[in-house]
């Protein structure tokens, strides 16, 4: 196997909003944030569902993994109902190993809703379910030694057994690589994200707010420094600007793909790690991966939600 994601099952459902929706409710655009049951349901009462998909950060990425013809499996904890089921089927559909027997749980699968806005933007509101319960028995030792890279994100890391989950893979995995996933789960996060970052992760991925809030810095030329002085792979994505990669003393820019009709910015992250993941198992350059990264999201970014086909 090519690569293991190990990330937060979540099934995403996909609504369109007016702005005013967000200022309402009291969401801060662009943002994902964490929320109960009940506000959930509160939250999706009055709206038009366009879409229901298996997603999750990390699952997005493997699903785009597969859609390249790569052999690759995701761990990721469901309850034994009807989301769950679901989950799984949509995963399994995508020619994704699923390496995780469901059963009954006490809270329900986890579900996140994604409000579109009319200029693309997306803001999540995540009930996490039993997706955030994930545990070191959750973790299959077989999967992550048959696999050649492990694939995790930040938003999985939490304190108690997440986190013994996420210390099990490291452990046991060929290589790590790992997306910081959003802005205040590296703010939550930062002392334990920055001792993986630079001494437990072979590749990280992210973006540029992301990598500037890690190193306490405003000035992306220290970001540089730092990529370098730590010598692992650091892969940024930078908006109009771009993407890049750090490693050691190589510096790789990729410019973005001009003229799109972007309809949905909902998983151009998670497609670019897809398609710089590709490049790299496949042993592309570090240039051709970037390119295969932006390829991946300039696709995802002009159709609604965040799967390809």
Not at 25 to 33: E, F, H, P, Y
Not at 107 to 129: A, K, V
Not at 171 to 176: A, E, P, R, T
Not at 267 to 292: P, R
Request: hydrophobic letters at 35%.
């Amino acid at each position: 196997m090519k690569v293991l994601g190990i990330g937060n099952a979540i099934v995403d459902v996909i609504c369109k909003v007016e702005e005013s929706f967000i200022i309402d409710n009291n969401l801060i655009k662009s943002t994902m944030k964490l929320v109960d049951e009940n506000e959930f349901k509160k939250l999706l009462s009055n709206l038009k569902i366009e879409e229901t998909i298996s997603g999750g950060s990390v699952a997005n990425s493997i699903v785009g993994l597969s859609y390249l013809g790569n052999n690759v499996g995701f761990i990721g904890k469901i309850n034994k109902d009807d989301l769950g089921n679901k989950y799984e089927e949509g995963l399994k559909k995508e020619k994704v190993k699923y390496f995780y027997s469901k059963k009954k749980e006490k809270l329900p699968t986890g579900t996140c809703l994604i409000l579109i806005t009319p200029d693309s933007e997306r803001t999540m509101c995540t009930f996490l379910g039993t997706a955030g319960k994930i545990n070191e028995n959750d973790v299959d030792v077989n999967a992550l030694k048959n696999s050649e890279i492990t694939f995790l994100e930040g938003y999985l890391w939490d304190e108690g057994d997440p986190k013994k989950a996420f210390n099990k893979a490291i452990q046991n995995s060929n290589k790590v690589a790992m997306s910081l996933s959003d802005l205040f789960c590296v703010e939550r996060h930062k002392t334990n994200f920055l001792d993986l970052v630079k001494n437990k992760l072979d590749i990280t991925f992210a973006n540029e707010q992301e990598i500037l809030s890690l190193i306490n810095s405003k000035n992306f030329n220290e970001v540089i420094d730092f990529g370098k002085q730590i010598g692992k792979l650091i892969v940024i994505t930078r908006g109009e600007k771009g993407s890049i990669a750090i490693y050691k003393d190589e510096i790789t820019e990729c410019n973005i793909q001009k003229n799109l009709k972007i309809v949905d910015l909902t998983g151009a992250g998670d497609l670019f790690a897809a398609g710089f993941l590709h490049g790299y198992i496949n042993n592309l350059s570090l240039e051709e991966s970037l390119k295969k990264g932006t390829d991946m999201s300039s696709k995802i970014i002009q159709k609604i939600g965040a799967r390809l086909n």
